[in-house]
């Protein structure tokens, strides 16, 4: 008789692979090596990732369209199947699965899209945090600003790209089909956050990521107002602080 | 001495119809309150940080006794639980209280790959042993009894060599865990292995009963043409399962009821409409047990 695990093993690789023989020691009231059984756990297993896959990757479903997601979906299953029952933490790698897989390759957008929807999701289940109100900015004096450290909020994504994904994800979120979009007009920077129960996603301004991405690390103010005007010349640091803020995307200011 | 009394956990599951929480219905809940027994969630959907699920899932239990139910443990693996997942599990309940614990006779984990369905496994005393170890360990970091639920399955294994009820049986009599009674569950196993789905309700080890869930299947057809019943949890409760609950409820006494309904989720008023109907037969169960006694 055949172990647990024995078993187990042989039921785990069949599985998840339907080139497999329905494995020895599997039976029914009916037949030995019942196939179409076998089946149901097979297809039970594909389509309920799929079906996550799909809810937690709408735009690049809509841009793909279901039955193409779907496949591929099912291509992401099979490559890369969960590692943890905890679901909503499934699909971390899509974006770069995109990337590499050859029949998206027209549509070079699609692993940015997938990252902005990762860090939707990633914000949605982030810790809770209040978010600072600008009032809070407008009690420090003017003269020692640069020396402020900001605690960026516990939800907050920032996704660069090539591509214009705030305006893609933008224009496919609603019911309505969108007006085309000229996919080479350049890149947007995302900035995604969930100050309360809502997760916001917006455009960033020009050297905006390069700042966030300093005050992440540490910086003050001042030195990340440096580093985002190396990055691009058209760096307003007042509209980006004021910006940063009302979006709630910073947690807690404090002076270095 | 200090006191240690905690009002919610003293605050039961009442032994009436409550219904699986969805995301769906949040908001027309808390708006509502409407009057059903209680609620439960499958513990994984509340295994994140923060967000939406917890500000909801706290407001609502205020309000509602709670049920929580996990789906991930993997219990009938021959491998070792996941001490994480064990750990996440833990922080659910200690963070919500609930009345009652449930989990599956089921494996889900192989090597690492969660593998998302609850499989089955052989009936025998090898298997019995692991999932018997595995409740112990799960009883001993919750500090508390748990219930497991009775599978719905597709296929059988030559290695099984005894039945569900002994094997369920044996497992009560090692672990001291209660069982989730899953009504829809006799009806799709025993439609799938050809025996008496009302036989397999009086025979269950019914004092040890702590739930009873209540869900849709969808038909299928196996190798030969024969049906095969698929547990998907996406439609109403059909005739033949009513009629088993009456029976299981005949058996058990008025038990805490849970309408399952996770796939396709319909208008709230559709799941209080199951919930009411639950209720009207144990409130039937009731009465006749007053007549006796």
């Known amino acids: 008789m055949l172990s647990l695990s024995e078993t187990q093993t042989a039921f785990a690789a069949a599985v998840l692979d339907a080139d497999r023989p329905v494995p020895a020691g599997i039976t029914s009231y009916m037949r030995a090596l019942p196939e179409k059984r076998f089946n149901v756990y097979r297809n039970n297993i594909y389509a309920s990732l799929i079906d996550v896959l799909e809810g937690r990757f709408p735009v690049v479903a809509r841009l793909v369209g279901e039955e193409f997601f779907r496949a591929t979906a099912k291509a992401y299953v099979s490559n890369q199947p969960p590692v943890s029952p905890v679901l909503m933490r499934y699909g971390a790698t899509f974006a770069a699965f995109l990337d590499g897989f050859e029949p998206v390759a027209d549509l070079p957008y699609v692993g940015d899209v997938a990252r902005l929807e990762w860090a939707w999701n990633a914000a949605y289940h982030a810790a809770d945090a209040e978010a600072v109100s600008i009032d809070e900015l407008s009690d420090v004096p003017a003269d020692q600003a640069d020396a402020l450290q900001f605690t960026l909020h516990p939800s907050l994504h920032i996704v660069c790209s090539l591509w214009p994904i705030v305006t893609i994800l933008a224009a496919n979120s609603g019911e309505e089909e969108p007006e085309p979009i000229d996919a080479s007009a350049g890149g947007e920077d995302a900035l995604v956050v969930r100050p309360a129960l809502s997760v916001e996603v917006r455009r960033l301004p020009d050297g905006g990521a390069a700042f966030i991405g300093s005050i992440a690390r540490g910086a003050t103010i001042g030195e990340a107002a440096d580093v985002a005007i190396e990055a691009s010349d058209g760096f307003d640091l007042q509209a980006n602080l004021t910006g940063l803020i009302q979006s709630g995307a910073i947690a807690a200011i404090r002076m270095s | ?293």
């Open chain 2, 1 to 293: 001495m200090s006191q240690s009394f905690d009002y919610r956990f003293s605050d039961p599951i009442p032994a009436s119809a409550g219904v699986g929480l969805k995301a769906e219905h949040f908001a027309e809940i808390i708006d509502s309150r409407p009057s059903i027994g209680w609620f439960e969630i499958h513990a994984e959907n509340y295994m994140g940080e923060g967000g939406p699920p917890h500000h909801y899932l706290t407001r609502i239990r205020d309000d509602y006794p709670l049920s929580v139910h996990g789906v991930g443990l993997s219990i009938g693996a021959n491998g070792p639980l996941d001490k994480e997942h064990l750990a996440a599990l833990k922080m659910v309940c200690e963070r919500y209280e609930p009345a009652l614990v449930s989990e599956h006779l089921a494996w889900s984990t192989h090597d690492g790959i969660y593998l998302n369905d609850l499989l089955p496994v052989p009936y025998n005393e090898e298997t019995l042993g692991y999932v018997a170890d595995h409740i112990d360990e799960v009883q001993e970091v919750l500090g508390r009894r748990i219930l497991l639920e009775n599978p719905s399955t597709y296929l059988e294994f030559e290695g099984s060599d005894m039945s569900e009820i002994e094997f369920l049986s044996g497992i009560v009599k090692r672990t001291g865990c209660g069982l989730l009674f899953d009504v829809n569950n006799v009806h799709v196993s025993a439609t799938n292995h050809g025996y008496d789905a009302a036989g397999y309700i009086d025979a269950f080890p019914a004092t040890h009963v702590g739930e009873i869930h209540l869900g849709g299947y969808s038909p299928d057809e196996g190798d030969d043409g024969e049906p095969l019943l698929i547990d998907s949890h996406g439609s109403a409760v059909s005739k033949a399962v009513w009629d088993l609950y009456t029976r299981a409820i005949g058996r058990c006494g008025p038990t805490p009821t849970l309408i399952e309904w996770d796939n396709d989720v319909p208008a709230w008023n559709m799941l209080l409409d199951e919930a009411r109907r639950a209720d009207r037969i144990i409130a039937t169960q009731t009465s006749e047990h007053a007549v006796i006694v």
